[in-house]
C-alpha cells in the first residue's frame, strides 16, 4: 500500500505516516458521518471498560451546530484537524485499515472491527458541524483534514481526551473524577482511587439513597444538584486513610457503612431529604400545600453530614456495636431544622464548600454536646 498520492480521488484518504502508530488523512462530510464514532457518557461504548459501559465525552451542546454549520459552509472557512483514535494495536489490522480506508470501504471496516473502531479524540463539535452543513447543502464537500492515532487502550484514549482538552477548555471535574474512577485509574489501589470507588457505589448501587440523583457528569441540571464531585469530596472527608484503615482493620465493607450511614441520614432527617413540602391556611382557612427548600441536598449539607460522618464512625469504631453506636449518634440529627431561611439559625452558613465548616460546627455542637445554634 502507498500511504501517500498526489491526486487522491476515494471520500477519504491517507496523506502519509508520521510514524508507525500515526497518519494524516482527509476525510469528507459523507464518510464522517459513516464512519466517526463519538465515545459519550450518557451513551453505551461498546469498548468501555466501565460497568455500564459509558462514554467518557460529555454530550454534545446542541446550540453550538447551526452556529459550526454555518461558519464551515463559507467558501473562506478552515478547519483544524479531526483526531481520532483507531481502536487498533496488531500491525496486520493496522495495514488492513489504511487500504480499506484508502479504497472507501467505510462497511468492510465497521463490520469487521465495529461500530466504535474509528473514535474522535477531539473535534466533535467541528464534526458535527460539518456533517450538518453537508446535510444542508449536499454541494459542500471539502476535505477536512484528520489525524489517526493507533495503538491506544481505551484508558489511553480516555485519558489522551483528557489531557487535550483539560488545557484549552476546562472539562467538568465531575466528569474527569467519574473517568478516574471506571476507566483511566481502574486499576489504582491508591487512596484517593478508594474514595472515588465509594462515592461510585452511593451514586449507583441500587440500595444507596443516592441512587439516581448524583450528577455524574457535571453538566447543569437542577434536579441532581449534587456533582460526583461534590459526591467524592465530601466522601473524601468522611473517609481519611486513618479511618478507611481502621474500617479494614475491623473486616467491616466500607461501601456497606457508606450506604448506611446516609440511609440513616436520609431515614431521620425525611422531611428534608424527600423534599416534603410545608402545610399552610390561606386567607380562606383551607389548608395548601407551600414548597420548602431544604439545604441536606445542596453541597453545603452534603459536605457537612460526610464530615460529621467522619466523626460518627470514629467513635462507632470505639464501640462494641458498630452498627447501634452508629445508628445512635446519626439518628440525632433528626432535630435538625433543615429549611433554608435568613431566620432559621440552623442552616445560617454560606451555600457550596465555603459554608461546610459552620454547618459542620452546628451539627457537631448538637450530636456531641446537644447544644443547638442558640445554645451559649
Not at 461500530?115 to 458541524?129: C, E, N, W, Y
Not at 484528520?146 to 466528569?175: W, Y
Request: proline share 6%; glycine share 6%; with cysteine.
Amino acid at each position: 500500500m502507498s500511504a501517500f498520492t498526489k491526486t487522491p480521488a476515494a471520500p477519504q484518504h491517507v496523506l502519509g505516516m508520521l510514524s508507525p502508530l500515526e497518519a494524516m488523512a482527509y476525510i469528507t462530510p459523507p464518510a464522517m458521518k459513516d464512519l466517526l464514532f463519538i465515545s459519550r457518557f450518557e451513551d453505551e461504548d461498546p469498548d468501555s471498560p466501565a460497568p455500564d459501559k459509558h462514554g467518557y465525552q460529555r454530550q454534545p451542546m446542541e446550540a453550538r451546530i447551526p452556529g459550526i454549520a454555518s461558519y464551515y459552509a463559507r467558501p473562506d472557512a478552515r478547519t483544524t484537524p479531526i483526531i481520532v483514535s483507531v481502536r487498533l494495536v496488531k500491525p496486520g489490522d493496522i495495514e488492513d485499515f489504511l487500504d480499506m480506508f484508502n479504497a472507501g470501504d467505510i462497511g468492510g471496516i465497521l463490520k469487521r472491527w465495529g461500530k466504535a473502531v474509528v473514535s474522535i479524540v477531539d473535534g466533535q463539535h467541528r464534526t458535527l458541524g460539518i456533517v450538518r452543513a453537508w446535510e444542508k447543502n449536499p454541494e459542500f464537500v471539502p476535505r477536512v483534514p484528520m489525524l489517526l492515532n493507533f495503538g491506544l487502550t481505551f484508558a489511553d484514549e480516555a485519558e489522551f481526551f483528557d489531557v487535550i482538552n483539560s488545557t484549552q477548555r476546562k472539562l467538568p471535574k465531575a466528569l474527569i473524577e467519574i473517568t478516574k474512577a471506571d476507566i483511566t485509574d481502574v486499576a489504582d489501589m491508591s487512596h484517593a482511587q478508594r474514595v472515588r470507588r465509594i462515592a461510585t457505589s452511593l451514586a449507583r448501587h441500587e440500595d444507596s439513597v443516592w441512587h439516581g440523583d448524583i450528577n455524574l457528569t457535571g453538566a447543569r441540571d437542577p434536579n441532581r444538584p449534587v456533582t460526583f464531585e461534590g459526591l467524592r469530596r465530601s466522601t473524601a472527608s468522611m473517609f481519611p486513610k486513618e479511618i478507611l484503615d481502621r474500617l479494614d482493620a475491623r473486616g467491616l465493607d466500607v461501601d456497606e457503612v457508606a450506604r448506611s450511614y446516609w440511609a440513616t441520614v436520609a431515614e431521620v432527617c425525611s422531611l428534608a431529604w424527600d423534599d416534603t413540602p410545608g402545610i399552610e391556611i390561606d386567607a380562606d382557612g383551607n389548608e395548601v400545600e407551600v414548597k420548602r427548600h431544604y439545604r441536606i441536598k445542596e453541597l453545603v449539607g452534603v459536605a457537612a453530614v460526610a464530615r460529621l460522618g467522619k466523626d460518627i464512625i470514629a467513635s462507632a469504631l470505639e464501640h462494641e456495636n458498630f452498627d447501634k453506636k452508629m445508628t445512635m449518634l446519626t439518628s440525632r440529627l433528626g432535630d435538625v431544622d433543615w429549611e433554608k431561611g435568613k431566620t432559621n439559625p440552623w442552616m445560617a452558613s454560606q451555600a457550596g464548600f465555603a459554608g461546610q465548616a459552620d454547618l459542620y460546627a452546628v451539627l457537631y455542637r448538637w450530636v456531641y454536646l446537644g447544644k443547638d445554634p442558640e445554645d451559649d
